[in-house]
C-alpha cells in the first residue's frame, strides 16, 4: 500500500545546478552593495550609520528568514517557499533601486533578506535527495558556491557603482531575482516526499528538535565556528592598520584569504564526504582551525612578523568552517527527517544569532587590539568553544555517525 504523508513528489528531484544557484544568490546581496555604502548616504542626504543599517538589519531580518522559512518548507513543500521567497526578494531589489528616502530603501533592503531562505531549501533538498555520506559532499560543493557568491559580489557591485550609479546594483539584483525565479519555475522540482498540511503544528514539532543533545551539539559548533569568523572580520581590520599602512586594497586582498580558505574547505568536505565519518571530518575541521590559530600565536608572540603570517593562520577560519557547514547540515537534518526544513532554519538562525553575539563580546576587547597576538587570542576562544562542542557532537552521535 503506498505511502499515504508521500503525497508531494512526482517529479524528477530538483536539478543539482538549480540548488547551486540558489545557495549562492541567498547570500549574493550580503556583500554586493558595501561599495556603494558611501554614495547611498550622499544620494539621501543621510549619515553613514543610518545607511550602515542594511547591514545589521538585513543580519536580523536573515535570521528570521532563515527560521521561518524552514519550518513552511515543511509545512508546504521546498518549491513554493522557492518560488515566494526569490518573488519577494526581486520585487524588493527592485523597490531597493526606486526607493525615493532612505526608509522606503531600508524597509525594501530588509525585505529582501527573503533570499535567505533558499539556501535552507537548497540544503535540504540536497538532503533529500542524496543519501549519507553523498549528501556532506553534495552539501560541500554547493558551498563552493555559497562562499564565492559574496567574494565576486563585492566585485559587481564596484563596478556598476563606478560604471553606472548605486541604483544600477539593485537593478541587476532584480534582474538576477527575475532570471532565477524563471529558472526555479522550470527546474525547481518538489523534493519532499512527505506532507504535513495546514494542520502541522509548528510548537510541538520545534520541542521535538529543541530537546535533542544531538541538535544543539552540532548547531552550537556552527555557531562558534561562525564567531570565530565574525571576531576575525571585526578585529582584522584594526589589527593590520599599522602594519599596512592603512592600504585597503591590501587588507582586502589579505582578508580574501579567509573566503578563499573557505572554498577549499568546502571541496575537501565534498571530496572526502564520503570517506570519513561525518563526526571525524567535523573534529578534524575544528582541530585545524584550532591548531592553525595556535601556531600564528606562537610565532606572533616570538617575532614582530609580516601580515601575511595572520592571514595564512586565519584562512583556517575559512578552512574549518568550509568542513563544518556541510557535516553540520547534514547531521541536524538528519535526525528529523519530516522536520528537517526547521531543524537546519533553527541552526542557520542559530549560527548567525552566534557570530553576532561573539562579534559583540569581543566588540570592547577588538577596541583596543593593534597587535597580531591579541587578535589571534581572542580568534582562539570561539574557535576551542567550536572543537569542544565538536567532540560532544562526535559523542554523541557515536552510534549513528553514519547514516
Same mark, same amino acid.
Request: hydrophobic letters at 50%; a neutral charge; charged letters at 10%.
Given at each position: 500500500?503506498p505511502?499515504p504523508?508521500?503525497?508531494?513528489r512526482s ?6 545546478s538549480?540548488?547551486?544557484i540558489l545557495a549562492?544568490i541567498s547570500?549574493l546581496p550580503?556583500?554586493?552593495h ?8 550622499a544620494?539621501y542626504g543621510t549619515?553613514?550609520?543610518l545607511?550602515?543599517?542594511?547591514? #545589521?538589519?538585513?543580519a536580523v ?5 532563515e #527560521?521561518?522559512a ?12 522557492v518560488?515566494?521567497?526569490v518573488?519577494?526578494?526581486t520585487?524588493a531589489?527592485l523597490?531597493c533601486a526606486l ?18 531562505a ?6 535540504v533538498?540536497?538532503r ?6 553523498d #549528501?556532506?559532499r ?5 558551498g563552493?558556491?555559497w ?6 559580489g563585492?566585485i559587481?557591485?564596484g563596478?556598476?557603482?563606478d ?15 527575475g ?7 522550470r527546474?525547481?522540482k ?18 521535538r528538535?529543541l ?9 552550537l559548533c556552527?555557531a ?6 565574525y571576531?576575525f572580520?571585526g578585529?582584522?581590520p584594526?589589527?593590520?592598520d599599522?602594519h ?12 580574501a584569504?579567509?573566503p578563499g580558505?573557505f ?6 568536505a ?20 584550532c591548531?592553525?590559530l595556535?601556531a600564528?600565536l ?10 601575511l603570517?595572520?592571514f #595564512?593562520?586565519c ?9 563544518t ?5 547534514t547531521a ?5 527527517e519530516d522536520?528537517?526544513?526547521t531543524a537546519?532554519?533553527l541552526?542557520?538562525?542559530?549560527s548567525?544569532?552566534?557570530g553576532a553575539l561573539?562579534?559583540?563580546?569581543a ?6 587590539i593593534?597587535?597580531?597576538s591579541?587578535l ?7 574557535a576551542t ?6 567532540i560532544l ?6 552510534p549513528?555517525?553514519r547514516?
Amino acid at each position: 500500500m503506498p505511502d499515504p504523508t508521500d503525497t508531494r513528489r512526482s517529479t524528477p528531484p530538483p536539478h543539482r545546478s538549480v540548488l547551486v544557484i540558489l545557495a549562492a544568490i541567498s547570500v549574493l546581496p550580503v556583500t554586493v552593495h558595501l561599495p556603494a555604502l558611501p554614495e547611498i548616504a550622499a544620494a539621501y542626504g543621510t549619515s553613514f550609520a543610518l545607511v550602515n543599517l542594511s547591514i #545589521a538589519g538585513y543580519a536580523v531580518a536573515t535570521v528570521t528568514a532563515e #527560521a521561518v522559512a524552514g519550518a513552511l518548507s515543511d509545512r508546504y513543500g521546498r518549491r513554493p517557499v522557492v518560488l515566494v521567497s526569490v518573488t519577494v526578494f526581486t520585487l524588493a531589489s527592485l523597490g531597493c533601486a526606486l526607493a525615493p528616502t532612505i526608509g522606503i530603501f531600508l524597509a525594501c533592503r530588509m525585505s529582501q533578506a527573503a533570499i535567505a531562505a533558499c539556501f535552507s531549501v537548497a540544503m535540504v533538498a540536497i538532503r533529500e535527495t542524496s543519501d549519507g555520506g553523498d #549528501a556532506v559532499r553534495r552539501i560541500g560543493f554547493a558551498g563552493m558556491g555559497w562562499a564565492l557568491a559574496p567574494m565576486l559580489g563585492t566585485i559587481l557591485g564596484g563596478t556598476l557603482d563606478d560604471l553606472f550609479g548605486w541604483r544600477s546594483i539593485f537593478f541587476a539584483l532584480a534582474v538576477i531575482g527575475g532570471l532565477v525565479l524563471l529558472v526555479s519555475m522550470r527546474y525547481m522540482k518538489e523534493s519532499s516526499t512527505r506532507s504535513n498540511g495546514p494542520g502541522h503544528d509548528f510548537l510541538p514539532a520545534l520541542r521535538r528538535i529543541l530537546a535533542s543533545p544531538r541538535f544543539w551539539t552540532y548547531s552550537l559548533c556552527m555557531a562558534c565556528s561562525m564567531g570565530t569568523l565574525y571576531v576575525f572580520l571585526g578585529g582584522a581590520p584594526l589589527a593590520m592598520d599599522r602594519h599596512l599602512d592603512g592600504s585597503g586594497v591590501a587588507l582586502g586582498l589579505y582578508m580574501a584569504m579567509v573566503p578563499g580558505g573557505f572554498v577549499l574547505g568546502s571541496y575537501l568536505a565534498g571530496t572526502l564526504g564520503t570517506r570519513m565519518l561525518r563526526t571525524r571530518l567535523l573534529v578534524l575541521a575544528r582541530t585545524l582551525t584550532c591548531s592553525a590559530l595556535l601556531a600564528g600565536l606562537v610565532i606572533a608572540v616570538t617575532w614582530d612578523v609580516h601580515p601575511l603570517v595572520l592571514f #595564512a593562520s586565519c584562512a583556517f577560519v575559512g578552512v574549518g568552517n568550509g568542513l563544518t557547514t556541510p557535516v553540520v547540515n547534514t547531521a541536524v537534518m538528519s535526525e528529523h527527517e519530516d522536520l528537517a526544513g526547521t531543524a537546519l532554519g533553527l541552526t542557520a538562525a542559530i549560527s548567525i544569532g552566534g557570530g553576532a553575539l561573539a562579534s559583540s563580546l569581543a566588540g570592547p576587547a577588538l577596541g583596543d587590539i593593534d597587535s597580531t597576538s591579541g587578535l589571534l587570542l581572542l580568534l582562539l576562544a570561539p574557535a576551542t568553544l567550536a572543537l569542544v562542542a565538536a567532540i560532544l557532537a562526535a559523542v554523541v552521535d557515536r552510534p549513528i555517525a553514519r547514516e
